[in-house]
């Protein structure tokens, strides 16, 4: 594993899920990691299941001035990882616009606000958690695929523009997170069976999948504006 003792990380969406994983996976490594997201008590209690210490930062990346505010103060920082974004799911002709705003300005436009603002030490790395969606589109989620896609374009743009500053992205596919605790455990565990049988792989993903895939990337000088899929073959499947 790459050592990443006393470098300054932030997860950006580190309270649950692919970014609580890559948080604990980063502390192991020896980073000094914060995890940062609108909701501080869910902030708190991800703290509290680190295995090592944390910071932790509300940070609403939906908002200018909070984006700006943040990053004015915090310094620079070896690894930024954003996973957050909350995206509606619809057909486009019947999704009402405004979440549809809602969901780009979310995933897509925070990261840009983020990218645009923070400061970064030297060889450090930004990377974006997408979907394959960007690739193997679905009919109920068109949407989701358009931004997934926009925010690997954005990654390949930026890491030209902030060079030699490294911009990557992540591109999982379905990912036992608590994203899906609002089905009925009987439904979910049903749907996880369904996928995985589809899958080469012939499993779904784990948080972990996604963090080994963001370290890989943060730790290898010669990694910039890749897309790297880690989807046990849905793209192909």
């Known amino acids: 594993m790459t ?12 309270s649950s899920g692919i970014g609580l994983a890559t948080a604990q996976a980063f502390v192991r490594a020896g980073a000094k990691v914060t995890i940062a997201s609108r909701s501080l008590p869910k902030l708190q209690v991800a703290a509290e299941q680190v295995a090592g210490q944390v910071g932790i930062a509300a940070l609403d990346m939906t908002s200018d001035a909070d984006v700006e505010s943040f990053f004015a103060k915090a310094g620079e920082w070896d690894h930024i990882v954003i996973s957050a974004a909350q995206t509606a799911t619809g057909a486009v002709r019947t999704l009402a616009l405004e979440d549809a705003y809602s969901a780009m300005n979310s995933k897509f436009w925070g990261a840009y606000r983020i990218a ?11 990377t974006f958690v997408s979907g ?3 690739v193997r589109p ?42 899906w605790d609002k089905f009925a455990e009987a439904d979910r565990l049903q749907m ?26 943060a730790g290898t000088p010669f990694s910039t504006g890749s897309t790297v899929l880690v989807d046990g073959g849905g793209a192909i499947g």
């Not at 050592?3 to 580190?14: A, E, K, N």
């Not at 645009?116 to 930004?126: G, I, K, M, V, Y």
């Not at 931004?147 to 743009?157: D, Q």
């Open 3 to 14: 050592s990443f003792i006393d470098q300054r990380v932030l997860v950006v969406g580190g």
């Open 138 to 179: 679905s009919s109920r989620s068109v949407l989701q695929g358009a931004i997934n896609a926009a925010l690997e374009a954005l990654a390949r743009g930026l890491a030209l523009e902030l060079s030699p500053v490294r911009v990557n992205t992540v591109s999982p596919g379905l990912i036992v997170t608590p994203l």
């Open 132 to 134: 394959f969606l960007s």
């Open 116 to 126: 645009r603002a923070a400061r970064f030490a030297p060889n450090a790395s930004l």
């Open 192 to 217: 996880f069976d369904k996928v995985a049988a589809s899958l080469p792989a012939k499993r779904v993903g784990q948080p972990e999948d996604i963090a080994n895939a963001v370290l890989y990337l």
